[in-house]
């Protein structure tokens, strides 16, 4: 029996999923993206799971992206299928109400690199290879690639990078801003749940207000961005966890949030 290609588990607050085809370098199979978007459908309405955590199994290659073996055997319109249905996965992740960290356990490539930035923090491994590798496949990034790149680090380098379908160093991508961490790749899981932990402490409901905000407000101008701001914060004014904030800093302690 095949084992199951995304394992979910649930630890405090924190929902990790995890890619499980080391032996095929987690490649993103239609069975893997069928799956990753179910969990993600699932997740979305989740009120418990305050951060999410997206990592992989095995020690050496977070995801080589589409699963060529499988795009080999496609017709042409499969592949576009198949194209379309990685994009719209990739959507689904971007677009969790919650806060999503890449916890990049190995190399990435292709989709694999889109599936991290498609997240909202990436924690890379030091040891790791990265890049958006399609165009020496004689095809471009189709999973956001073309699009989140060049938001993340700037027009130029991502230029560089797809044009050239470059393999970088963990060093190299943490200069250029590809990553927000670089910690050795044992340290990799380690280093997104003390983030996560940290995350999952703090207000639910500001959380997918301020994920909601930044999103939405980032290709705006200044003054729409203003505008999607303030109706983001908006939404925590009648909560109680506001309210427990305030309380719990007049008490000298901790706050309980309870997302309400
Ligand atoms: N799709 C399907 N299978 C893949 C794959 C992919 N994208 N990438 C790797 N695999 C398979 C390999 O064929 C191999 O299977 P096998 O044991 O049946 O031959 C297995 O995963 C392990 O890969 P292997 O190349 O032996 O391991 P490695 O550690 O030496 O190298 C990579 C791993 C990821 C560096 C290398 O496989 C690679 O460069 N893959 C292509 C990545 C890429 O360009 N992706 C972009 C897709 S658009």
Do not use: H, W
């Not at 979305?44 to 305050?50: K, M």
């Not at 990435?108 to 030091?126: C, M, N, Q, S, Y």
């Not at 939405?216 to 309210?243: H, M, P, V, W």
């Amino acid at each position: 029996m095949s084992e199951e290609p995304i394992l979910v588990e649930e630890r405090n607050g924190c929902t990790f999923i995890r890619l499980n085809r080391p032996s095929a370098a987690n490649a993103l199979s239609k069975e893997a993206l069928l799956g990753l978007r179910k969990s993600c459908e699932r997740i979305r309405e989740d009120v418990t799971t305050r951060v999410v955590v997206l990592t992989s199994a095995g020690n050496k290659t977070f995801s080589a992206g589409a699963d060529l073996k499988e795009r080999r055997e496609m017709s042409q319109e499969e592949a576009r299928e198949a194209v379309t249905l990685i994009g719209e996965v990739m959507e689904e992740v971007a677009s969790l109400p919650q806060p999503v960290i890449a916890a990049v356990n190995g190399s990435a490539f292709g989709g694999g690199l889109e599936l991290a930035l498609a997240a909202d923090i990436r924690v890379f491994a030091k040891e790791g290879k990265y890049g958006l590798t399609e165009t020496s496949l004689a095809i471009i990034p189709g999973a956001g690639g073309t699009q989140r790149l060049p938001r993340l680090i700037g027009i130029g380098k991502a230029k560089e990078l797809i044009y050239s379908a470059r393999r970088i160093s963990g060093e190299e991508a943490f200069e250029c801003g590809l990553c927000e961490q670089l910690v050795p790749l044992e340290g990799v899981e380690e280093a997104a749940r003390v983030l996560a932990t940290r995350i999952a402490k703090n207000g639910p409901v500001a959380l997918r207000a301020a994920k909601s905000a930044m999103d939405e407000g980032f290709n705006e101008t200044l003054t729409e961005g203003l505008a999607i701001e303030s109706r983001a914060y908006a939404r925590t004014l009648a909560t109680k966890d506001r309210l427990e904030g305030l309380q719990a800093f007049k008490e000298k302690r901790q706050p309980k949030y309870s997302g309400e």
